[in-house]
Every structure is written in structure tokens, then in C-alpha cells.
């Protein structure tokens, strides 16, 4: 069964740091780039955070230097590192391959960054 399931989400204040989670079907997880995405009330899903099979990286620009992607193999799992955290971080945060495939879409985890 086909599942990515998303953890780690919360409240934080500007500044701070969350560590999200993506839990990842072994059959999706050892031959896909997978990729954080973001979704802010009222605005698009955007691509965040991109970490190919072979572990290379690519941020969008807002969060360079700020979040880190990384991928634990024994786990089929995928991470965000989100530090520094700004209030426009606030978003639903989704995993799913790169590119996204429609039927891959899970709940996601919410971020809310305060003032």
C-alpha cells in the first residue's frame, strides 16, 4: 500500500525550530527524489525542499540556509530540519515525490509560526 504519512508539526515562536517527518512506503521511498511541500491559507502548494535518491539537495529561496532535507535509508524515512523559523513559514507542510504525484497526497502537518 502507497502511503506518506507526515509527523512533527506544531506551534512555535519566530525563531525556533521544528524537525517534521515523512514516513514512506519502501516501494516509493528507494527510487524517487521526494520532496517537502507547503501550503499557506489561501495560497498555492509550493515546492520547499527537494533530496534525490542519491541524497542531492535544492531549497527554494526563502528557506535556504534556514531548513535542511534529509533522508534516513534504514527508515524509509524523509526529514525537514526547519530552524530560524519565520511567521511566513506558517503552512500545512505535505511530503510526496518530486514530481508530486496526485494519489500521494496525505493529510500533512500543520506549522504555525507566531510573532
Known amino acids: 500500500q502507497v502511503q506518506l504519512v507526515e509527523s512533527g508539526g506544531g506551534l512555535v515562536q519566530a525563531g525556533g525550530s521544528l524537525r517534521l517527518s515523512c514516513a514512506v512506503s519502501?516501494?516509493?521511498?528507494?527510487?524517487?527524489?521526494l520532496g517537502w511541500y507547503r501550503q499557506a491559507p489561501g495560497k498555492q502548494r509550493d515546492l520547499v525542499a527537494v533530496?534525490?535518491?542519491?541524497?542531492?539537495?535544492n531549497y527554494a529561496d526563502s528557506v535556504k540556509g534556514r531548513f535542511t532535507i534529509s533522508r534516513d535509508n534504514t527508515k524509509n524515512t524523509v526529514y525537514l530540519q526547519m530552524n530560524s523559523l519565520k511567521p511566513e513559514d506558517t503552512a500545512v507542510y505535505h511530503c510526496n515525490t518530486n514530481p508530486p504525484r496526485l494519489g500521494y497526497w496525505g493529510q500533512g502537518t500543520q506549522v504555525t509560526v507566531s510573532s
Open positions: 533530496i534525490t535518491s542519491g541524497g542531492s539537495t
Open positions: 519502501r516501494s516509493i521511498f528507494r527510487f524517487n527524489a
